[in-house]
């Protein structure tokens, strides 16, 4: 079975995943009440999959999907502000085909990176339950197994971060240590991975100059370069 074979199978089976019962509730809750600047449009809905060059060697992870960008349409980052940013800054660091992220189907390519969540579902309030984490965990193993290129994981926040660290603690052989979150912070993961801290692509961290573009691709830029 082809690589490619193999992430439809997995993306068949997250897509129509209802293990999480509060989640699957919610989820279809936003889409069918939806906000109104989208009560035209039909949400996605469901869980949704990683998305981009399944044999790059650079894969970025949020936490879960925004209620009103990929639960509404499909696709990881896509469709709200925290999307136009972080879609401009990898376009700046010459990591995709353009600068926008508007739905599943507009065309974007990204260039040696994959962009995934370690949540598949928009959870209440933005907060997972542990429970939830630990059963899409089993989704996002299958995923880190299938990249087999990937050398850096850039974790977009601190709550991405957190999980990524939950993950490994659980999966691997992970020493006890301090990973403390900062933005540009580097571990060594025990599966010879890096893992890389960066600050949310949010509103409100760009507003309030946390973060800006040229911070962000210089980032994805030494990513690039330590990727090689």
Not at 38 to 66: H, M, Q, R, S
Not at 210 to 218: E, G, K, Y
Request: glycine fraction near 6%; charged fraction near 25%.
């Amino acid at each position: 079975m082809t690589l490619n074979s193999q992430y439809i199978n997995l993306n068949k089976k997250i897509i129509n995943c209802k293990k999480c019962k509060r989640l699957v509730s919610f989820r279809e809750k936003i889409a069918k009440k939806k906000r109104k600047q989208y009560i035209n449009e039909n949400y996605w809905g469901k869980p949704i999959t990683g998305f981009g060059d399944v044999n790059g060697k650079i894969l970025l992870i949020g936490l879960a999907p925004a209620a009103h960008g990929g639960n509404r349409t499909g696709r990881v980052f896509t469709g709200d502000r925290s999307a136009d940013f972080l879609y401009k800054c990898i376009y700046k660091a010459k990591m995709s085909n353009q600068q926008t992220s508007k739905s599943k189907d507009d065309g974007l390519e990204l260039y040696n990176a994959y962009i995934t969540t370690a949540l598949k579902c928009v959870p209440p309030g933005d907060k997972p339950t542990t429970s939830e984490l630990r059963t899409c965990f089993k989704y996002f193993k299958q995923e880190i197994d299938l990249l087999k290129n990937i050398k850096i994981i850039v974790a977009l926040g601190k709550i991405a971060f957190d999980a990524c660290i939950q993950f490994y603690k659980e999966n691997y052989f992970l020493k006890n240590k301090n990973f403390k979150f900062a933005h540009a912070a580097k571990y060594y993961l025990p599966d010879n991975k890096i893992l890389i801290g960066c600050y949310h692509p949010s509103p409100r961290n760009v507003n309030t100059k946390r973060i800006n573009l040229n911070m962000m691709v210089r980032l994805l830029n030494n990513v690039k370069k330590n990727a090689i």
